[in-house]
């Protein structure tokens, strides 16, 4: 069984980082791609990170643009999305996605097949 579990949100101030970390179960980081995607209520889902089996890594949107990273450890099965110098706008739900191919695309929202219940992230004074 698929699953993708994220961990590593919370309440912090502006200009802080974060690690939001993706520990996926029921396949491997080697066999298809993860993205990272965010979502505010009410509101669409807006894509951020991709991260592809080769290593390969694309970034969408505006959202955290500059400062984020994805990577993964693969023998671990673990996807990590840092974000840095947080500002109020990063706030939301946070979730990690199973791509249906191994390979990231022109949308980080496009062919995703599963995804987490997401970790929140606040930021405020």
């Known amino acids: 069984q698929v699953q993708l579990v994220e961990s590593g949100g919370g309440l912090v101030p502006p200009g802080e980082s974060l690690r939001l970390s993706c520990a996926v179960s029921g396949f491997g980081l080697d066999q298809f791609a993860v993205a990272w995607f965010r979502q505010l209520p009410g509101q669409e889902r807006e894509g951020v990170a991709c991260?592809?089996?080769?290593?390969?890594?694309?970034y969408y949107g505006e959202i955290l643009k500059g400062r984020r990273a994805i990577s993964k450890d693969t023998r671990k099965n673990i996807v990590y999305l840092d974000m840095n110098r947080l500002k109020p706008e990063d706030t939301g739900v946070y979730h990690c996605a199973k791509r249906r191919f191994p390979n990231c695309g022109i949308s980080a929202l496009g062919s995703l097949e599963v995804w987490g219940q997401g970790t929140p992230v606040t930021v405020s004074l």
């Open positions: 991260i592809e089996v080769s290593g390969t890594t694309s």
